[in-house]
């Protein structure tokens, strides 16, 4: 009986869910509103990722159970076209049935997924043309992604594999297993191999052991990284067995995909800490999506949140152009702006890089607000996130300008011209709360002396 992914190939997961009806109650485990399969005798085996793996919510007609409040016009329609999966546990964090709520919006099939605009396409990264191998994408000289299965235990609304994910649930086979093995030791360029899919997690650990152990076998290859929503949507599949099988593949990296603050349960943090305690390095890449995580302030939740769990805000994506995201999609600006609020703001550690994944299989793009104000060949004027104005001087200059010939204007009103020219190296606002508590001043401390 297993209900994941065989490496050797289709596995038993279109079998039938349990025809029992979900029903939506308070879990006195996890003290959220909990939807559990009550009339299941199995349903003390909430913490067993088979249980949850087993019954997830796979038709529109246990949805309707479940919610019965369900709007579920186009929700059919859109289940047919990109396949639904959502973990009871995952189920359980819902708070509100309709779209205000970011759990049911990442899970929950909504009518929109079937818009299509023209700009919108299956595989916009283009990554089927950067694949040597069917599922090895080498796009980076240095490193390379492997789409190790297809199957997740929830598909995302958003997911960028759409086209790929859940459509069938089947692991790498071995036979191709060796082939990428064989491509990764004919390209000694390449140090880092990111385990993705689909979800890696949903393997059975032994054959995710396969996996890893074919590419630790090829010496060129530095760090594996395994990229998972597992610790998000099905916690209780990180189990002591499973760290102990991937601390034996060290160095190995985990990228999860935490969206939201509500996603930051007790059960994640749990599966968080196993992993951080097996000596695993943790990064987080979220997806910037329009009525989930677009507000500056529940980014800087769930980014507090992260490295509280040792995990390291990694990226921050913009939506890719595909199919069937477009209502997820905010404007480029909205992740600038996001940005600009992070910074200075928090820890350095939790602030993530937006990156836009450029179509046509450009690869990553980090997107920035600007912080050069001026350059000229002397100075650099930049600004910081106070709107403080400062001239960086270039090497060997030994005068205190720089720019031969040139006088400021005005010397009482300086402007940028006078900071990249040289003749003023700041300009500071005077509102801020940093220069409101360097106006009251340290007590008994001089300019250059530090007394401890
Ligand atoms: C994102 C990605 C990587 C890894 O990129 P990093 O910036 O190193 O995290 C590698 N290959 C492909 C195809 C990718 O999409
Ligand atoms: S877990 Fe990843 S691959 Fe699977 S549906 Fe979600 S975003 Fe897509």
């Keep these: 009986m297993q209900h994941a992914t065989s490496p050797e190939g289709e596995n038993s997961c279109d079998q039938p869910p349990p025809s029992s009806t979900l029903t939506v109650e308070q879990n006195p485990s996890t003290g959220v509103l909990s939807s559990v399969a009550a009339r299941l005798p199995e349903v003390a085996d909430w913490s067993d990722w088979r249980w949850q793996v087993r019954n997830r919510v796979r038709r529109v007609s246990q949805l309707k159970t479940l919610f019965p409040d369900l709007d579920i016009a186009g929700v059919a329609e859109a289940t047919a076209r990109f396949p639904m999966a959502i973990t009871p546990y995952y189920a359980s964090l819902i708070q509100r049935c309709d779209n205000t709520d970011p759990i049911f919006r990442m899970s929950v099939p909504q009518m929109e997924e079937l818009i299509e605009p023209v700009c919108l396409s299956d595989d916009p990264l283009e990554e089927d043309a950067d694949m040597p191998i069917p599922g090895l994408v080498h796009r980076y000289t240095d490193r390379a992604l492997l789409i190790a299965t297809t199957m997740c235990s929830m598909y995302c609304r958003h997911c960028t594999r759409k086209r790929v994910a859940g459509h069938r649930e089947s692991g790498i086979t071995p036979a191709r297993l060796k082939q990428v093995t064989r491509y990764l030791t004919e390209h000694p360029e390449i140090h880092d191999v990111i385990v993705s899919g689909g979800d890696p997690f949903t393997l059975p650990t032994q054959a995710l052991e396969s996996i890893l152990s074919a590419i630790r076998s090829v010496p060129t290859v530095d760090i594996i990284r395994v990229g998972t929503r597992t610790p998000v949507v099905m916690p209780m599949r990180i189990t002591d067995e499973l760290v102990t099988m991937l601390r034996r593949y060290h160095p190995v990296y985990v990228n999860t995909h935490f969206n939201h603050p509500a996603e930051l349960t007790p059960a994640a943090v749990e599966a968080c800490t196993r992993l951080a305690d097996a000596g695993i390095p943790m990064g987080n890449q979220t997806v910037l999506l329009k009525g989930v995580n677009d507000d500056p302030v529940v980014m800087e939740t769930l980014c507090r949140g992260l490295v509280r769990m040792r995990v390291r805000p990694y990226y921050m994506f913009q939506c890719d152009l595909v199919r069937g995201v477009e209502h997820f999609r905010t404007p480029l600006t909205r992740g600038i702006e996001i940005m600009e609020y992070l910074r200075g703001r928090l820890s350095g550690l939790a602030i993530p890089s937006f990156v836009v994944d450029a179509p046509h299989g450009g690869g990553k793009i980090p997107v920035s607000p600007n912080y050069i104000v001026s350059m000229s060949p002397t100075h650099t004027v930049l600004r910081n996130f106070e709107g403080m104005l400062v001239a960086y001087p270039e090497p060997g200059l030994h005068g205190r300008g720089g720019t031969v010939g040139r006088q400021a204007s005005d010397e ?37 002396e530090l007394t401890l």
């Design 412 to 448: 009482s009103a300086p402007g940028v011209w006078e900071l990249s020219s040289g003749n003023y190296s700041k300009i500071q606002p005077q509102n801020t709360v940093r220069h409101a508590r360097r106006q009251r001043g340290i007590p008994e401390q001089r300019q250059g």
